[in-house]
C-alpha cells in the first residue's frame, strides 16, 4: 500500500510537467492579443511568438478558433484566385535565407490555396504528383513591400522584373516572385499552427523582432505585376504591425 501511494505521489506530481510538455498549446511569452479582433475564429490571433532549440527556430501562432479550418473557395483558376495565410513578419534581413540583402520585409507564412502549386520540389499529400496539392497547408519565405496597385498602404510579395536575375534561395519555386518553398510542414494542432525552421546562423534569429499576420493575399485576374497582394488583413497581433515580439521572450 505504501509503494502504491508512492507511485500515486510521483504520478500526479508528473501531471503538471506532462501537460507543459506539448510546447504548442503553451501560449506563455511572445506576444499576446485579445480574442474578436479576427474576422473569423480560425483567423483571430491570440499568441504568437519565435522560440528556438539548439539551430532550430520554432514559430507559434495561436487562434481562437481551429487553426487551419478554413480554405479559399476554389476558383479552378490561377488568376483571381485567393490565398490564406498564417505570416510571421520578421526583422531578419532578407539574406538570411538566400534573398539579396535589404530585398523588403522577410516573413515566414504558412498558406494554403487550392487553386494553384508552388511547392514544385514536394508532394504534400503524398499521391505521387508534385504539382496539386497547393490546397495543404504549407510554408513560404516571401519578401514583402509595398504597392499602391494593391490598394493604399497595402503590401505585395515582391515581383521579380522580366530580365533581372536577383539572388534567390536553391528552392524558389521558379514564379516571378520574392518567395522560397523550402519544405519545412506546417504543424497545424487545434487551436495552434507551428513551422519548425532550421537555420545556419541562429544567432540572427535571435536578434529578431517579429509580428503575427492572418491574412488572404489574392492573385492578379490578369496575372502580372504586381502578381500576388495582400488584399485582407483578418487580424495582427500587435495590432499595428510594429514587430513588437522578441525571440525567446
Known amino acids: 500500500m505504501a509503494a502504491a501511494r508512492i507511485l500515486l505521489a510521483a504520478l500526479v506530481a508528473a501531471l503538471p510537467l506532462?501537460?507543459?510538455?506539448?510546447?504548442?498549446h503553451d501560449h506563455s511569452g511572445g506576444i499576446a492579443a485579445a480574442s474578436g479582433n479576427g474576422a473569423a475564429a480560425p483567423f483571430d490571433i491570440v499568441h504568437t511568438r519565435i522560440t528556438t532549440e539548439g539551430n532550430t527556430a520554432v514559430f507559434h501562432m495561436?487562434?481562437?478558433g481551429r487553426a487551419g479550418e478554413s480554405h479559399p473557395?476554389?476558383?479552378?483558376?490561377?488568376?483571381?484566385?485567393e490565398v490564406f495565410a498564417y505570416v510571421w513578419p520578421t526583422s531578419l534581413d532578407a539574406g538570411t535565407v538566400g534573398f539579396d540583402a535589404g530585398a523588403g520585409i522577410l516573413a515566414l507564412a504558412a498558406t494554403a490555396h487550392p487553386d494553384f502549386d508552388d511547392t514544385p520540389?514536394?508532394?504534400?499529400n503524398g499521391d505521387g504528383a508534385r504539382d496539386n496539392d497547393g490546397g495543404i497547408w504549407h510554408s513560404h519565405w516571401v519578401v514583402l513591400g509595398p504597392d499602391e496597385a494593391c490598394g493604399a498602404g497595402a503590401l505585395k510579395v515582391i515581383d521579380i522584373p522580366e530580365g533581372a536575375t536577383p539572388r534567390l534561395p536553391p528552392t524558389w519555386p521558379g514564379l516571378p516572385l520574392l518567395i522560397d518553398?523550402?519544405?519545412w510542414q506546417p504543424i497545424?494542432?487545434?487551436?495552434t499552427v507551428e513551422v519548425?525552421?532550421?537555420?545556419?546562423?541562429?544567432?540572427?534569429?535571435?536578434?529578431?523582432?517579429?509580428?503575427g499576420v492572418t491574412a488572404g493575399l489574392r492573385v492578379n485576374a490578369n496575372v502580372h505585376a504586381p502578381?500576388?497582394?495582400v488584399t485582407d488583413v483578418f487580424d495582427v497581433a500587435s495590432g499595428d504591425l510594429s514587430l513588437p515580439g522578441r525571440v525567446d521572450r
Open 18 to 24: 506532462a501537460a507543459g510538455a506539448d510546447g504548442a
Open 62 to 64: 495561436a487562434v481562437s
Open 73 to 81: 473557395t476554389p476558383t479552378g483558376a490561377l488568376a483571381g484566385s
Open 121 to 124: 520540389l514536394f508532394d504534400e
Open 181 to 183: 518553398s523550402p519544405g
Open 188 to 191: 497545424l494542432d487545434a487551436e
Open 196 to 211: 519548425r525552421v532550421p537555420f545556419a546562423d541562429i544567432g540572427a534569429v535571435e536578434a529578431a523582432g517579429f509580428d
Open 227 to 229: 502578381l500576388l497582394c
